[in-house]
């Protein structure tokens, strides 16, 4: 890809769950070590924007570009393989497996452009999951199972992560831990598209922002200018 072409942007992009359509339209772009928001209240449409670009919804229409390449309609699997990476909202942690076995299911080569992660770079990363090696995830906190989560993820070595609502339901120490992380992953190079309720953690790690309600985008810009607009977010964000 062209150093200017953006790293993922969808254009038009519509989904459907059976006969009902819950996105309408959407438009957005991460460029290359960006951090981009994608927020909204519960039921906006954050992670099913996510899901209808990992090739997840069953039914979509609209174009998907990720690195040049037009994704609409391929398989996960082949999206995941071109370096797309996604840690879903529920996890999905394998609660048999240790920590370092839930990582080898993540690797992949690594990829030209891309920052390369081994379980050393990633337990500097994440201190807590260094001292459990060997612990299987299903003793782990909710918080550090999603951080192991996003280890497995970044495991793949991809070029851009979809994360979905990390900060939600986990205690503030590990909200902080995962803001460093997003952070830390920036200076690396990865672009990130985030789907985020909480604006202050937005704001501590994102450069721009898009604001969807009922499947629509209300809002795109900096995120300066979204915590500026109070009005904005009195009607899009506060519950």
Avoid at 83 to 104: A, K, Q, W, Y
Wanted: net charge negative; with cysteine; charged share 25%.
């Amino acid at each position: 890809m062209s150093g200017d072409q953006p790293m993922l942007a969808v254009s038009s992009l519509n989904a459907f769950y059976g006969r009902a359509q819950v996105l309408f339209d959407v438009g957005l772009e991460v460029g290359r070590g960006e951090v981009v928001a994608l927020m909204g209240r519960n039921g906006a449409g954050k992670s099913t924007t996510m899901k209808a670009v990992m090739g997840l919804m069953p039914r979509t229409s609209g174009t998907v570009a990720f690195r040049g390449h037009e994704i609409g309609g391929w398989q996960p699997y082949r999206i995941a393989r071109l370096g797309l990476g996604f840690v879903p909202e529920d996890r999905r942690v394998f609660g048999d497996l240790t920590v370092m076995e839930n990582l080898d299911t993540g690797r992949q080569p690594p990829r030209e452009g891309a920052p390369v992660w081994t379980p050393e770079k990633l337990f500097r990363l994440f201190p807590n999951l260094g001292e459990m090696r060997e612990r299987l995830a299903s003793r782990m906190s909710g918080g550090e199972q999603q951080m192991l989560t996003v280890s497995r993820t970044l495991m793949g070595n991809p070029h851009l992560v979809l994360l979905d609502e990390p900060s939600e339901g986990v205690a503030p120490v590990i909200v902080e831990q995962m803001a460093n992380m997003i952070l830390e992953l920036k200076r690396e190079g990865l672009s990130i598209l985030l789907s985020e309720q909480n604006l202050h953690f937005a704001e501590l790690v994102s450069d721009r922002a898009y604001v969807l309600e009922k499947g629509q985008v209300r809002f795109s810009g900096t995120m300066d200018e979204l915590t500026c607009d109070e009005a904005l977010r009195r009607d899009y964000l506060s519950v």
